[in-house]
């Protein structure tokens, strides 16, 4: 590691003016780059105490050997010359942004005699139009397949061309009218490629002008009774309109733009570009960067607007850039933008309207790509084990956690309660041994006692299964955990312990789980508990929690091994509510199965009805024998207890002859309901 102060420049040796400076390390490699208005006074920034400098610009003056400076006439320039370097020299302490993947563009050819519109990838090329980028390449033939009715143009390879030139037959896109077939001379060079431009202007937005041509000559052909060209234009525009509709109206005003935003951690930034042209969405893209430097979200911007813009020239660049943030300062990038466009280009921060709720749209998209690009990032094997390594630093134990089991209790306001427990093994979920629990030992809404029950049927059948040999045994009773089946239909086992166990809670959850334990003697697992509020972590007896960094991979694991059992409980918890919702009473015949109960629902029509029928009407059904008739019958006359006869006119609870209340003296003509408001809807239904 060197000093700095070993290879500091001598007082009066940097100019105060513009420039681009270079880091070099031991190995004359360039680590990094940066640009200046005044190059004195921010070297200067680098040379002083270690103590008072951000970790990633010490780390780099501590790497650095050596530090070099280019004087230049403008802040301009400065913002040129350092993407050169940057591009050049690929420093490791400079922000770069690496496409999250290789984006297809729409490409018009015109640097060839025939123009020719297809697929395309990678660096553009001189000469060729782009349109784009698009998130698939199926989207791109999709557009183009539905063009070509209007626009012919040429998209047959090289090889195909001259084939069908030297054969004087044209492909089979010639014959079905989606290709002008230029290779065949039905159509001369002159006018192809004016057809390829005319394909060029509709891309770029102007769809007015083609629209109200096409409508013109289907009413001028219409009216010369020449229906069958009427109709042709007709489609036509209707391909039009349609390819149209693949992009949304999202501006109003037909406003050409590119919306920048920016989502970013202490780690980690991602960026989401929009490409608006004609007021719609033609392209989208992102990229995802390592904070190497201290940057602020300004600077990440102008560092974007440099990999956008840097090959860019003419109408690659739009009027206008909305970004979430300005460069500091912002004169220099606005200029040189201006510049690469050939006029003036605005730079700024929408504040209203259609603009904004679009810039929040951007935003949104650049969040999930930092949180997707972050769950890729687990899957990466360093990362895990250097996440399961700080756990194990964290929580002071021996080794690292290969075996984690996460448990969370979920319910509905004290209802159908439920448990899930989630394993992850080296960092990954291992969704095979999860499990499901329903709370069986008290009926209501209590988190601590739940947590305790369950901690206790899985550690109890833990400690089963460890005298157990061998698989499970035909007709053997299921485990308290509802286990998911393996393979071959088998419940899994409990066999396995983890080496920590997490509750998705704080100190009462913990000191739960931890007594569950002590009480069956296991004392060779580790307890902790993340709580949601403030992403602490808990452990037995400490009045204190353990505060992990934000930018932990440990506390980053936690979280996601958390979530998962949160998102396992509730999905557990809402089929079983929507179960219980659709239950009827022939769930509890014994023997019925869901084919006879369809039966039966069908021949009756609806089980108040059913309930009504005598057993030798129930015989009926085909499949349903008299003993299942009683066992209906019986099972549906116990559904709903009996209740008194009110007549419905008067409100009148009317009474049998003991003078009890019955349902036999009905007031004449009219009509008795038995059953309370609930049981009347639930048989009506």
């Known amino acids: 590691m060197a000093d700095p102060s070993s290879y500091r420049p001598r007082p009066g040796e940097i100019p105060d003016s513009p420039g681009v400076y270079r880091f070099r390390d031991e190995h004359r490699r360039v680590i990094y780059v940066g640009k200046a208005k005044s190059l004195r006074q921010r070297l200067a920034n680098y040379f002083q105490d270690l103590a008072n400098l951000h970790p990633r610009t010490r780390s780099m003056v501590t790497t650095a050997a050596s530090v070099e400076w280019t004087v230049v006439s403008t802040e301009v320039e400065a913002l040129q010359l350092e993407y050169s370097w940057i591009k050049e020299y690929d420093p490791r302490f400079n922000v770069k942004y690496r496409d999250d993947k290789s984006y297809p563009y729409l490409a018009v050819t015109l640097n060839e005699q025939f123009p020719r519109v297809q697929v395309m990838r990678g660096h553009k090329k001189k000469g060729v139009r782009y349109f784009g980028p698009y998130g698939h390449a199926w989207a791109i033939r999709d557009t183009v397949d539905l063009l070509l009715r209007v ?10 061309f001259k084939n069908a030139a030297r054969t004087g037959r044209p492909c089979l896109l010639g014959y079905i009218g989606k290709c002008s077939a230029p290779c065949v001379e039905r159509i001369s060079a002159e006018d192809h490629r004016e057809l390829a431009e005319d394909f060029c202007d509709f891309m770029a937005g102007r769809t007015g002008t083609y629209l109200r041509r096409l409508e013109k000559q289907m009413a001028e052909a219409a009216e010369d009774m020449e229906y069958e ?3 042709r234009l007709r489609d036509d525009i209707g391909a039009l309109k349609k390819a149209m509709e693949k992009s949304a109206v999202v501006l109003a005003d037909a406003t050409d733009a590119d919306l920048i935003a920016v989502a970013e951690d202490e780690l980690e930034a991602a960026v989401q570009i929009f490409h608006v042209r004609g007021g719609r969405v033609r392209g989208q893209r992102g990229w995802v960067t390592d904070k190497v430097e201290d940057v602020t979200t300004g600077a990440l911007v102008e560092h974007a607007l440099q990999q956008l813009y840097g090959e860019e020239k003419g109408d690659a660049v739009p009027k206008e850039v909305l970004v979430p943030a300005l460069p500091d300062p912002l004169e220099p990038v606005q200029q040189w933008l201006t510049d690469r466009r050939g006029s003036g280009v605005s730079l700024r921060i929408p504040q209203r309207g259609d603009k904004k709720a679009l810039m929040e749209t951007v935003q949104r998209n650049a969040q999930q790509s930092l949180v997707l ?22 929580l002071g134990l021996d080794s690292a956690p290969l075996r984690i089991e996460c448990y969370d209790i979920s319910h509905l306001q004290g209802d159908d ?4 427990m989630v394993v992850f093994e080296d960092g990954l979920a291992r969704k095979s041994e999860y499990r499901r ?4 030992g008290f009926e209501g809404q209590d988190d601590v006692r739940s947590m305790h029950e369950v901690i206790t049927r899985r550690f109890r059948r833990y400690l089963a299964e460890k005298e157990r040999t061998g698989e499970w045994a035909d007709g053997e009773e299921l485990p308290d955990g509802e286990a998911l089946k393996d393979e071959e239909g088998r419940p899994k086992r409990f066999a396995y312990p983890p080496q920590l166990v997490v509750v998705d809670g704080g100190q009462p959850q913990v000191a739960a789980a931890q007594r569950a334990l002590d009480e069956l003697g296991i004392d060779d697992i580790a307890v902790c508990g993340l709580a949601k509020r403030l992403e602490e972590v808990w452990l037995p007896g400490e009045d204190d929690p353990v505060v992990l960094p934000r930018t932990s991979e440990g506390l980053y694991l936690l979280q996601r091994v958390r979530d998962e059992a949160h998102r396992f409980a509730i999905t557990y918890q809402r089929t079983k509510r929507a179960k219980r919702f659709r239950s009827s009473p022939l769930d509890d015949v014994p023997g019925l199965g869901e084919t006879r109960k369809q039966a039966l629902i069908k021949h009756f029509g609806s089980v108040k009805k059913l309930r ?3 057993i030798d009407q129930i015989c009926e059904v085909p499949g349903i024998g008299r003993k299942t008739a009683e066992t209906v019958a019986v099972a549906l006359a116990r559904a709903i ?16 002859e003991d003078g009890a209340p019955g349902t036999t003296a009905d007031a004449p003509g009219e009509p008795v309901t038995a059953g309370t408001p609930d049981e009347r809807r639930g048989q009506e239904t």
């Open 641 to 656: 207890p009996a209740a008194p006869a009110v007549n419905t006119a008067t409100g009148e609870i009317m009474e049998d």
């Open 229 to 231: 060209r009427a109709a």
């Open 437 to 440: 629990f329903q709370i069986k």
């Open 417 to 420: 309660v439920v448990a899930s």
């Open 612 to 614: 009504s029928a005598t």
């Open 151 to 160: 626009f012919p143009v040429r998209t047959c390879s090289a090889g195909v």
């Open 373 to 394: 690009h972050k769950t890729k990032r687990a899957s990466d094997l360093t990362t895990r084990s250097r996440a399961l390594e700080e756990i194990a630093e964290a």
